[in-house]
């Protein structure tokens, strides 16, 4: 099982979104993050709709992102928040999700985020990168402090390239979140195979 999770952005897509979407649930990653986050609930429940459809059809975990409104219209149990609207979730909400992620930037957050039922966390952002032009990456020192102070998986975003892997492993997170690359690549199976030497933790450890 690949440790490698897709975040998408269809602002970076160079083809249409829902092709794009078929070539990433078939290369069977990790899982997806559908994170589109400038769409109105009612427009993001439309197209989580159509994602998690082809996302079943290949087998591929998909959590939704940013919209807990819309994750129980669908029916779906895996639901991934920035940190301020996770605290803004009724106790009872936050359990009734069997993968709950948060967006971390701290180790002091990454505790706050299992303190609230997280079952995973996102620490980032890593390395640099364009997504966030101008900031530098946290490093995996960074990276390691958070994985040491949760009992959760931690997932690295931001910068991740295959040639990076390796370090982020070393640093103690189970895996790693990709998204220009993945968006923008021609091959997405060939991209994200760069990454799989030596993966050996599995996206299913957040608990579903």
């Given at each position: 099982?690949?440790?490698?999770?897709?975040?998408?952005?269809?602002?970076?897509?160079?083809?249409?979104?829902?092709?794009?979407?078929?070539?990433?649930?078939?290369?069977?990653?990790?899982?997806?993050?559908?994170?589109?986050?400038?769409?109105?609930?009612?427009?993001?429940?439309?197209?989580?709709?159509?994602?998690?459809?082809?996302?079943?059809e290949h087998g591929t975990a998909c959590v939704l992102h940013g919209f807990p409104g819309a994750a129980r219209a669908l029916g779906h149990?895996?639901?991934?928040?920035?940190?301020?609207?996770?605290?803004?979730?009724?106790?009872?909400?936050?359990?009734?999700?069997?993968?709950?992620?948060?967006?971390?930037?701290?180790?002091?957050?990454?505790?706050?985020?299992?303190?609230?039922?997280?079952?995973?966390?996102?620490?980032?952002?890593?390395?640099?990168?364009?997504?966030?032009?101008?900031?530098?990456?946290?490093?995996?020192?960074?990276?390691?402090?958070?994985?040491?102070?949760?009992?959760?998986?931690?997932?690295?975003?931001?910068?991740?390239?295959?040639?990076?892997?390796?370090?982020?492993?070393?640093?103690?997170?189970?895996?790693?979140?990709?998204?220009?690359?993945?968006?923008?690549?021609?091959?997405?199976?060939?991209?994200?195979?760069?990454?799989?030497?030596?993966?050996?933790?599995?996206?299913?450890?957040?608990?579903?």
């Amino acid at each position: 099982m690949s440790d490698i999770v897709c975040v998408t952005s269809r602002a970076l897509c160079r083809e249409d979104f829902f092709v794009r979407m078929e070539r990433i649930a078939a290369a069977r990653p990790g899982g997806v993050i559908l994170r589109e986050k400038e769409l109105s609930e009612e427009a993001y429940r439309e197209l989580a709709g159509r994602v998690l459809e082809i996302c079943r059809e290949h087998g591929t975990a998909c959590v939704l992102h940013g919209f807990p409104g819309a994750a129980r219209a669908l029916g779906h149990g895996a639901l991934h928040l920035p940190l301020p609207a996770l605290r803004r979730l009724p106790e009872a909400e936050r359990r009734s999700f069997s993968a709950l992620g948060a967006s971390c930037h701290s180790a002091c957050e990454a505790r706050e985020a299992e303190r609230l039922g997280c079952t995973y966390v996102t620490a980032g952002h890593v390395f640099d990168t364009d997504c966030k032009r101008g900031l530098p990456g946290r490093g995996t020192a960074f990276l390691r402090e958070v994985c040491e102070c949760v009992s959760i998986p931690v997932y690295a975003i931001g910068g991740i390239r295959p040639e990076r892997m390796e370090e982020v492993r070393r640093a103690g997170a189970a895996g790693a979140c990709v998204m220009s690359g993945v968006m923008q690549c021609e091959n997405v199976g060939e991209y994200l195979a760069a990454f799989e030497e030596d993966a050996d933790v599995s996206w299913r450890q957040t608990g579903f």
